[in-house]
């Protein structure tokens, strides 16, 4: 498996858009062991039936899993417990997150947050609703001790959601490339002209046309 070392600044907010677990694990397992050794606190949101394994690839990559959960530097939690209960608004969840990077900072040097977006799915959440919710992260990470990295499957998100994430993130990695210039990125236009664009109409060939401008 090719590992994908990313050299992310502070205040960092990309978005992996990936094909398969390999591909992910690529990027977070660097990126988290990184974090641990540098004093950080790492969170990964996982979907429920891929816990189990990245517990086994942690622990494979040489970071001790029992050891890391127990001090408190390493938490990994399912999308629910990540977006709560009720039904999904942005403006809370950022306030929720702010809190908790306030809360984390206290104990660790910095924070890395990683993990797949199944927390948009289950119940689903509107593609315009994320679309606003990863444009104001952005806000919520911007000058913080925080390196944070979305993930989204290419096969199982539809084009319209895939597009949004690529207007809302200023650096993207995608098929092993971390592209640091993303020309589809709008993240601060669609927060001054809210509700307006925070949805897409994206189809297929308009997401492969903006994958193609990210590659060019």
Not at 51 to 63: N, R
Request: charged share 25%; with cysteine; net charge negative.
């Amino acid at each position: 498996m090719a590992i994908l070392d990313l050299e992310l600044e502070r205040g960092s907010h990309i978005v992996q858009i990936y094909e398969g677990f390999s591909e992910q694990k690529q990027v977070i397992l660097p990126f988290f062991r990184e974090g641990l050794r540098n004093g950080e606190h790492c969170l990964l949101v996982a979907n429920s039936a891929s816990y189990d394994d990245w517990c086994l690839e942690f622990q494979a990559y040489g970071i001790d899993v029992s050891r890391e959960v127990e001090s408190g530097a390493l938490k990994m939690v399912t999308g629910p417990q990540f977006r709560g209960a009720g039904k999904f608004n942005s403006v809370i969840q950022a306030r929720e997150t702010f809190g908790m990077i306030q809360d984390e900072l206290q104990a660790f040097r910095g924070i890395r947050i990683a993990g797949d977006a199944d927390w948009g799915l289950h119940p689903v959440v509107s593609a315009g609703d994320v679309c606003h919710w990863e444009a104001t992260a952005n806000l919520v990470f911007e000058g913080e001790q925080v390196r944070a990295i979305c993930q989204y499957d290419r096969e199982r998100y539809s084009s319209e959601m895939i597009h949004g994430v690529l207007r809302t993130h200023r650096s993207v990695v995608y098929r092993g490339h971390h592209y640091r210039c993303n020309p589809t990125f709008e993240g601060a236009r669609i927060l001054e002209n809210e509700p307006y664009l925070n949805g897409s109409s994206a189809d297929d060939r308009t997401l492969e046309e903006a994958l193609g401008r990210l590659t060019s």
